[in-house]
């Protein structure tokens, strides 16, 4: 069992910044592979992308390549994205999952509540 708990969600203007965390409870986190989906109101939830367990490969979603960042700390167990850039279009509710590195949800077998990120324009 794996619990995940997102924070470093807030209001941040466009071309801000803001890193999001996803703290894990568990022996066990360092050999799940790791992702992040967004949802935006009226939107279904969307790949932003993900990791391996090693950290080794990191895949992302077409739109956030060379703004989003993703890594992880097994000792701390936690993923992070980093969101350089940011603009109006990112504005969703941010969650982090366990168990896949697919854009597919049902690949992952956690996930966590959620943190709002707000770009405003």
């Known amino acids: 069992q794996v619990q995940l708990v997102e924070s470093g969600g807030g209001l941040v203007q466009a071309g801000g910044s803001l890193r999001l965390s996803c703290a894990a409870s568990?022996?066990?986190?360092?050999?799940?592979?790791m992702g992040w989906f967004r949802q935006a109101p009226g939107k279904e939830r969307e790949f932003v992308g993900a990791?391996?367990?090693?950290?080794?490969?990191?895949y992302y979603a077409d739109f956030v390549k060379g703004r989003f960042t993703i890594s992880r700390d097994n000792v701390k167990n936690t993923v992070y994205l980093q969101m350089n850039s940011l603009k109006p279009e990112d504005t969703a509710v941010y969650y982090c999952?366990?168990?896949?590195?697919?854009?597919?949800?049902?690949?992952?077998?956690?996930w966590g509540q959620g943190t709002q990120v707000t770009v405003s324009s």
């Open positions: 999952a366990a168990g896949g590195t697919t854009g597919w949800e049902r690949d992952y077998d956690y």
């Open positions: 568990g022996r066990t986190f360092s050999s799940y592979d």
């Open positions: 990791i391996r367990w090693s950290g080794i490969r990191i």
